[in-house]
């Protein structure tokens, strides 16, 4: 019964969205509507799990005097925006506006700029040429960052048309590959999911 239930709720769930696809019925939809309204609901919800959650690991690591600045400046991050956007709004000039533009931007474009050097690094291990394979992804790397620059045009007029039909052709078929492939890993998952035989969600009982 611990696991029945949940599954049933899971099957009926999965089912409704999957036939409501290949129906136009009136209650069709008002139970797709209905579905979508729980679901914004059940969604909001998780957002304040989120929060608290977040800030019940940061109190627990302020007690034991682990990273505690840290902490700390994360805790009265998450108070501040709010009671500034409560306070003065959010329109242009007001404090949570200009508090969003001069620490919470440049915050996230330090973490982003961070990002470039490991993507540099992964890049550096994974264009070692040491297959043919991976000799044709390293000069194809090469051409289309070459050819993205504006100093392309002045070694070869081809390196920009060479870049675009790269992007254009073999990267688009890959890429097109690639969410074909999602699609079917999702559709397979959801499958296992509505069938039972997926039941991680339920500590894998």
Known sequence: MKTKIPLAVCLISGVIMFVQYFLSH??????????????QIIFAFTLFIGV?????????????????????????????????????GTEFGSPFLWAFENMLAPLQATVFSLLAFFVA????RGFHARSIPAAILL????????????????????FPK???????????????AILIGIGLGSM??????????????????
Request: hydrophobic share 50%; proline share 5%.
């Open 52 to 88: 608290a959650g977040f800030i019940k690991i940061n109190l627990q690591s302020i007690s034991r005097k682990k990273d505690r600045p840290y902490r700390l400046i994360a805790l009265s991050g998450l108070i501040l925006m709010p009671v500034l956007a409560l306070i003065g």
């Open 139 to 158: 000069v194809t790397a090469v051409i289309v960052l070459i050819g993205r620059v504006p100093i392309a045009e002045m070694i070869s007029e081809s």
């Open 188 to 205: 397979t998952t959801a499958l296992r999911v509505i069938l039972g035989i997926e039941r991680t969600y339920l500590s894998g009982e």
């Open 26 to 39: 009136p209650v069709a939809i008002s139970i797709y509507s209905s579905i979508l309204d729980w679901w």
């Open 162 to 176: 060479i870049t675009f039909w790269v992007q254009n052709y073999p990267s688009m078929a890959a890429r097109r």
């Open 121 to 124: 690094s992964a890049s550096y």
